[in-house]
């Protein structure tokens, strides 16, 4: 009889901490708030041009779905053409809209933005929205041919030269937008605004915050010099469900996929900012923002420090300076 007692009061202790723990992870998944930051707008893009880096896997793929189901003629550029045209495919059954194509791009490489943009000069008379989505993390400390670390310059250089040399077309078709895909590891970042091609080692985890808060600066910057007509914004898409951990080691993917089955948001999810910034109409004239669950959000204090942000700007111009000397794509070098 006291074996029992002790044995039914086990049991509801157990019952207890199982409640409890479950009560905990609905609350937190709660408050990180998969639901949070839902684009209501019902902007038709029919006419529009967008394109979307990384379109063809997570929250680019569901950013690409969503502007070829207002209308608009979607380019999706990424390096997997097997994917990319997989991804094509799904988006034109999904959406009834056959202006979706596939474009290669590699943003490691200087040369194949070159190609990439004078690929779509040749074929488009215009460009609306420019979505900076892609992104990758969990890489070792490698050079890129263009001799910067490959996390900064797929996740910073690489969109930050595209859009230079995007800009004419995007002025050409104003009012037009730019939006950049940050990440709340911006906050954890170990930024040398004189390092922009990534020389110190670093752990990949500084190595993407600083690619990320760089995006931020860039937005920044990049929006006190754009004429009027153009915006730019940056955003936080939240803790999203996608491959973009795939790289890890299968135990270290393991534990990492149980937290994100549980608390990260999903694709769809998590391309409700993307689209906030795309189509809003109330944001037609707001520029050099940082966006977080379709909200203005305060990013990291460094943010606001004039001197650093032009530091980065100036850093950066200095590094594709000589690409941009191409008598085909030169541009003006403000600073």
């Not at 979307?52 to 979607?74: C, H, K, M, N, W």
């Not at 460009?127 to 797929?154: F, H, P, S, W, Y």
């Not at 911006?186 to 922009?196: A, E, M, T, W």
């Not at 993407?208 to 940056?234: D, F, H, Q």
């Amino acid at each position: 009889m006291f074996d029992c007692y002790f044995f039914c009061l086990f049991l509801k202790v157990i019952v207890c901490l199982t409640v409890l723990v479950l009560l905990c992870v609905i609350g937190l998944r709660l408050w990180v708030g998969p639901g949070k930051g839902v684009c209501t707008s019902n902007a038709r893009l029919d006419g529009k041009v967008a394109i979307v880096t990384g379109g063809s896997l997570g929250i680019g793929v569901e950013t690409a779905r969503d502007l070829a189901r207002r209308g608009a003629r979607v380019v999706i550029a990424s390096r997997n053409a097997q994917k990319g045209n997989e991804v094509v495919a799904d988006i034109i059954a999904t959406t009834k809209n056959p202006n979706v194509e596939y474009k290669t791009l590699d943003l490691s490489k200087f040369s194949s933005i070159i190609q990439f943009v004078k690929d779509f000069n040749d074929n488009y008379e215009r460009l609306d929205i420019l979505v900076n989505n892609a992104g990758v993390a969990g890489i070792r400390q490698t050079n890129t041919e263009d001799g910067i670390e490959k996390i900064m310059q797929i996740n910073y250089v690489g969109p930050f030269f595209l859009t230079r040399l995007l800009l004419d077309k995007l002025k050409a078709s104003k009012p037009s937008r730019i939006v950049i895909v940050s990440s709340v590891a911006h906050r954890s970042h170990k930024l040398d605004p004189n390092d922009i091609i990534g020389k110190r080692p670093l752990d990949f985890w500084s190595r993407y915050a600083n690619s990320k808060v760089c995006n931020i600066m860039w937005a920044k910057a990049l929006a006190k010099r754009l004429p009027e007509g153009i915006t730019v914004n940056s955003l936080n898409p939240g803790l999203v469900k996608t491959d973009i951990f795939h790289r890890y080691s299968k135990l270290r993917k393991m534990i990492i996929n149980i937290f994100i089955d549980i608390f990260f948001k999903t694709p769809v999810e998590g391309a409700q900012t993307t689209l906030h910034l795309c189509v809003a109409p109330e944001l037609e004239h707001i520029s050099g923002k940082y966006f977080s669950d379709c909200k203005i959000e305060e990013p990291h204090k460094i943010v606001k420090d004039e001197s650093v942000v032009e530091k980065v700007w100036e850093n950066t111009m200095l590094l594709i300076k000589d690409k941009l000397n191409d008598k085909e794509y030169k541009l003006e070098i403000s600073t």
